[in-house]
């Protein structure tokens, strides 16, 4: 029997007889709870067994070695979930992340939580990921040493230019841009007039939390775009304009 995290009861086998394989057709992504109970060759209970999967999509035979490795947005944060039935030589995980795909660093270890055969599913978030694309990988690391590479998964964060704000707009003596959605990241600053010219410029190898002050004393009175520069991959721009009435 197949049931919501609420114990909505959503599917029931019935009797099942010799092994018969069981096809789940549309169920959407999510975690369930599954009951399974066994009876012997006189129809008397044996056990209850309860399984906790969290299904993704992908089907599995009865018997196959199963290795599934995902990974996806979590609101600011991505969240990285794998899939085994080889406990029994399994020793840990390692979950890796690159910028380029190529250039991996090691963001987390997780030790092997059973010595059975079962399914059994493994969740960990990055609570830090970059700017633009970030590439992501699981290391199965056998107890005899030997190792076994996963799919590499793709999470692409873009810049939310809604999290950006230039202020007081319009300005007169000083304006703010405040970035602190973006703390702990490279950044640089450039404020260009209606002709292209560059009237101001900042660089950060670290965004603080505080707003950006720039002083508008010797601005003209007119429209300009500031440009910004997120983790020399990222360009997005915002105009205010200054007021000198």
């Known amino acids: 029997k197949i049931y919501d995290n609420n114990w909505n009861p959503l599917f029931d086998s019935g009797m099942l007889l010799n092994n018969e394989p069981q096809t789940l057709e ?8 599954v009951s399974v109970q066994t009876y012997d060759a006189g129809f008397n209970s044996i056990c209850n067994e309860l399984y906790y ?10 018997g196959e070695e199963i290795f599934d490795f995902r990974a996806q947005k ?21 979950v890796e992340r690159s910028t380029d795909g190529i250039n991996f660093e090691t963001i987390n270890n ?16 990055d609570l830090e990921p970059f700017l633009g694309e970030n590439f992501y990988r699981l290391t199965k690391v056998h107890t005899d040493g030997s190792e076994e590479l996963s799919v590499v998964r793709r999470v692409v964060f873009d ?14 003596n000083e304006v703010y ?22 009237m101001d410029f900042k660089a950060f190898e670290a965004i603080q939390p505080n707003p950006i002050r720039f002083d508008l004393s010797k601005y003209t009175g007119g429209a300009y775009t500031v440009y910004i520069n997120m983790d020399g991959t990222k360009n997005f721009a915002r105009k205010f304009i200054v007021s000198k009435l």
Not at 26 to 33: E, K, T, V
Not at 53 to 62: A, E, F, V
Not at 74 to 94: A, L, P, Q
Request: aromatic share 14%; no cysteine; glycine share 6%.
């Open 26 to 33: 549309n169920l959407p992504a999510g975690s369930y709870i």
């Open 53 to 62: 999967p969290s299904w993704t999509g992908s089907n599995y035979l009865s």
């Open 74 to 94: 979590n609101g600011r944060e991505v969240r990285t979930y794998w899939m085994t039935n080889t406990e029994s030589k399994n020793d840990h995980f390692i």
């Open 110 to 125: 997780v030790n092997s939580i059973t010595a059975n055969n079962g399914a059994f599913n493994y969740f960990e978030s």
């Open 159 to 172: 810049l939310d230019l809604s999290a950006t704000a230039v202020f007081p707009n319009p300005a007169t």
């Open 177 to 198: 841009i405040d970035l602190q959605d973006f703390e702990g990241r490279s950044a640089t600053i450039s404020i260009f007039n209606h002709l292209g010219q560059r």
